[in-house]
C-alpha cells in the first residue's frame, strides 16, 4: 500500500530530474551558441575542439535524463493510482498530479 510520503517523494524526485534536464537542455543551447560563435570568430583549432568536446558531453547527458525521468514518471503514476485507489487524500495528491501533467506535457513538446 503506497503512503501519500511515499508519494510525496516520488514527486519530489521527479521534479529534480525535469530541472535537471531543463538544465541540461538550457546548457547545451547556450554551448552550441558559443561553439557557433567560436567557428565564425576563426577560433583556435584546439580551442574550438575542446568547446566541441563540451559541447558533445552536455548532449550525452539529455538522453539519460530523459530516460530517467520515464523511470520516475511510470512509478510516479502507478504510486499515485495506488494512492487514489486507497482512498488517501491531501495535497501531496494535487501536487503529485501536476507534476504527472508538467512530465507528460514536456513528452509531447519533444515528440512534435
Not at 71 to 82: H, W, Y
Not at 106 to 112: D, G, Q, S, T
Amino acid at each position: 500500500m503506497a503512503t501519500l510520503r511515499q508519494l510525496k517523494v516520488k514527486t519530489g524526485s521527479c521534479k529534480r530530474v525535469l530541472k535537471e534536464l531543463v538544465s541540461y537542455e538550457r546548457e547545451v543551447k547556450m554551448e552550441a551558441e558559443k561553439t557557433a560563435n567560436m567557428k565564425e570568430k576563426g577560433a583556435d583549432p584546439y580551442d574550438l575542439k575542446q568547446q566541441e568536446n563540451v559541447l558533445a558531453e552536455s548532449r550525452m547527458m539529455i538522453p539519460n535524463c530523459r530516460n530517467r525521468l520515464e523511470v520516475l514518471l511510470a512509478d510516479l503514476k502507478a504510486t499515485l493510482e495506488e494512492v487514489r485507489e486507497c482512498g488517501q487524500d491531501g495535497p501531496e495528491i494535487t501536487e503529485a498530479e501536476s507534476t504527472v501533467l508538467e512530465v507528460d506535457t514536456l513528452f509531447v513538446a519533444a515528440e512534435e
